[in-house]
C-alpha cells in the first residue's frame, strides 16, 4: 500500500486526497494513515493551494526510494502481494 500510494503521486504528481485513493486502488481511512507515515518519513508533502485545496505530493526522497525498490523488483522474484509491504 505504500509503495503503490508513492507511485501514485509520484506518477501523477500532485493529487487530491480523492484522487490519491483512486489511483492506489484504497480507502480513504486507509489512505490518511499512511499518508501521515509517509509525510513524517519525508517522502510525501502537503501542499496547500488556491481556496485551502490540499494536495499530496511525493518528494525527491520518495522517488529515489521509488528508484531502488524498482531496482530490487529486476534482481528479485518479487510478487505483486510483496508490493503491498509497509515500511
Do not use: H, W
Amino acid at each position: 500500500m505504500y509503495i503503490s500510494t508513492l507511485e501514485a503521486l509520484a506518477y501523477y504528481g500532485p493529487l487530491k486526497l480523492t484522487r490519491v485513493t483512486y489511483k492506489a486502488k484504497m480507502n480513504c481511512s486507509q489512505l490518511k494513515s499512511i499518508l501521515a507515515d509517509l509525510i513524517q518519513k519525508k517522502l510525501v508533502e502537503e501542499r496547500t493551494l488556491k481556496k485551502n485545496k490540499v494536495v499530496y505530493a511525493a518528494t525527491p526522497k520518495a522517488r529515489t526510494v521509488l528508484s531502488y525498490f524498482e531496482e530490487l523488483k529486476e534482481m528479485l522474484p518479487i510478487t505483486e502481494d510483496a508490493t503491498q509491504l509497509s515500511f
